[in-house]
T-cell receptor, first 115, second 113 residues
Framework: EADIYQTPRYLVIGTGKKITLECSQT?????MYWYQQDPGMELHLIHY???????EKGDLSSESTVSRIRTEHFPLTLESARPSHTSQYLC??????????????FGNGTRLTVT | GQQVMQIPQYQHVQEGEDFTTYCNSS?????IQWYKQRPGGHPVFLIQ?????EVKKQKRLTFQFGEAKKNSSLHITATQTTDVGTYFC?????????????FGRGTQLTVWP
């Protein structure tokens, strides 16, 4: 099983609060990703990083921000949580050693509920 | 961006029946990956296909990559209750072998005992 960790596992928070979802991996992977997934639905890429100090927005418009100061750490921050942010957030990582896209290793996810 | 279309969205089968999910792209894919997500879990990588016409097997699972590298399928023979979950295909950015992956909508498989 991949060594990628997400905390918290579950979070219930009120509207307007600032929250940070943590993601860490111990595999030394250069690439890291944040996906948003509603129950039983597709995965939407919201942010990705190809390495330290490299971050890009994904396809899903998101009011979140990310940072990549260290290879192993890729936190996601919501400055002001809203009920529309209620979802599951999945962090993933992959190495860049392969010629083709390397498989993604996913964390267990954070289930966020904004009341 | 790249779009990977996956059908069907849902599939309900009796245990022992076969199951197939299909993935299609409008453009040629350099490679395609398949993932399985159990209910309440996270996606787990199953396999990657890179060659035109490639066929790979994992026990009761058979993965195929089309000759034109625009479509792929996952076939499960004699389903078991442990096969329950959502199966996703994922393809890379158009023209890129190292870019990000785009996931299909997934096929939710339910297996009745």
């Amino acid at each position: 099983e991949a060594d990628i960790y997400q905390t918290p596992r579950y979070l219930v928070i009120g509207t307007g609060k600032k929250i940070t979802l943590e993601c860490s991996q111990t595999m030394g992977h250069d690439k890291m990703y944040w996906y948003q997934q509603d129950p039983g639905m597709e995965l939407h890429l919201i942010h990705y990083s190809y390495g330290v100090n490299s971050t890009e927005k994904g396809d899903l418009s998101s009011e979140s921000t990310v940072s990549r100061i260290r290879t192993e750490h890729f936190p996601l921050t919501l400055e002001s949580a809203r009920p529309s942010h209620t979802s599951q957030y999945l962090c993933a990582s992959s190495p860049t050693v392969a010629v083709y896209n390397s498989p993604l290793h996913f964390g267990n996810g954070t289930r966020l509920t904004v009341t | 961006g790249q779009q990977v279309m996956q059908i069907p969205q849902y599939q309900h089968v009796q245990e022992g029946e076969d199951f197939t999910t299909y993935c299609n792209s409008s453009t040629t894919l350099s490679n395609i990956q398949w993932y399985k997500q159990r209910p309440g879990g996270h996606p787990v990588f199953l396999i990657q296909l890179v060659k035109s016409g490639e066929v790979k097997k994992q026990k009761r699972l058979t993965f195929q990559f089309g000759e034109a590298k625009k479509n792929s399928s996952l076939h499960i023979t004699a389903t078991q209750t442990t096969d329950v979950g959502t199966y996703f295909c994922a393809g890379p950015d158009r023209g890129s072998t190292l870019g990000r992956l785009y996931f299909g909508r997934g096929t939710q498989l339910t297996v009745w005992p």
